[in-house]
């Protein structure tokens, strides 16, 4: 059959915990928005009945376990723990623990969030999975993905989504496909998702259709290592790069190589490989002015300490690592 990429949710809450849409009308929902699989992660809550068949779309047990300490998705099994009572890290543990023992991939929620991190010990190693970028773009998810870098040049190589943390709309917004996460895949079953997206297969865009970054070096992708040799080349391919977004590429030196689009459509570039190491990707944006004044209204509400910041670029999407060793 060949991959594919398919377009997902990873992280969506229903009327089982504090979503406002009950299970039916979140799954209509992410068929209008086009999307191929979708991830129910209610807070600490096992699905209490079997997911439902829906035509075009994949349907994928999940919990959110959701602490004090921090809160993780816990992926592809329909209950992850017997109970979520948990006070303490090192009870966390046992509860990943007795997930992982039954077939879970855990991620790690938004561990940089200025209202909701993980306080616990921020051992990455712990995680199959990092969500590099929770709800739309905002400024803790700069700060996360300047963690996750710092991450990557440590040595780990844990593969990233995006997830929307859906909950409701508000007004005339669209929430549930931002950001959305591509995953390549051989299929669509929730094992071969959950197998591509461990693999580190992975591209984060801010909605389906939009902005959106692969990486490649002859057939392998990103989520691969690559040997090393003296032809050693990676493919950086954007969709639909906009008229003055900026494509940024970065290995474990730091930026590497940047291109300003002078008009809207797709671009693709060469670059070499000199020496072991990882490459990634994102598009990043300066905001208008009128952004700015919103955007500090909105979040001056909800988090005021960061009331009128100095907001640099945003980015409008990122690549999962490939790398050479």
Not at 20 to 30: D, Q, R, S, V, W
Not at 31 to 54: A, G, M, Q, R
Request: aromatic fraction near 10%; charge should be neutral.
């Amino acid at each position: 059959m060949g991959r594919k990429w398919l377009a997902g949710v990873t992280h969506a809450h229903t009327v089982a915990s504090d979503g406002g849409l009950t299970l039916e009308e979140l799954i209509e929902k992410a068929k209008k928005n086009k999307l191929d699989f979708l991830i129910i992660t209610d807070h600490n809550v096992n699905c209490k009945e079997d997911l439902p068949e829906s035509a075009g779309i994949t349907l994928i047990y999940g919990t959110e376990m959701t602490y004090k300490g921090g809160h993780a998705n816990v992926w592809g099994v329909k209950e992850a723990v017997d109970d979520f009572t948990c006070d303490t890290y090192e009870q966390w543990l046992e509860k990943k623990n007795e997930a992982k023992k039954r077939g879970a991939v855990i991620c790690m929620n938004h561990p940089l969030c200025t209202l909701c991190p993980w306080r616990w010990e921020k051992d990455i190693s712990q995680f199959d999975v990092l969500e590099v970028w929770n709800a739309p773009m905002h400024y803790d998810n700069l700060v996360c993905t300047d963690w996750w870098d710092k991450q990557l040049r440590e040595g780990h190589k844990t593969p990233v989504v995006g997830g929307s943390d859906y909950h409701r709309d508000y007004r005339i917004t669209n929430l549930l496909a931002n950001p959305v996460t591509y995953v390549l895949s051989e299929g669509n079953t929730p094992e071969d998702i959950l197998g591509s997206i461990m693999a580190g297969h992975t591209t984060i865009s801010s909605g389906v259709g939009k902005t959106m970054i692969e990486l490649r070096s002859g057939e392998y992708v990103m989520g691969d290592t690559v040997k090393l040799s003296e032809n050693s080349e990676i493919e950086v391919i954007v969709k639909k790069l906009k008229k003055g977004h900026s494509l940024v590429v970065y290995n474990q030196t730091g930026e590497i190589y940047r291109h300003t689009a002078k008009k809207t459509g797709n671009f693709s570039v060469k670059l070499p490989v000199k020496s072991p190491g990882f490459f990634r990707a994102e598009v990043r944006h300066t905001l208008s002015p009128i952004f700015k004044f919103g955007y500090n209204i909105y979040i001056g509400k909800r988090i005021p300490e960061q009331r009128n910041i100095d907001l640099p670029a945003f980015i409008s999407a990122m690549t999962g690592a490939i790398f050479f060793e």
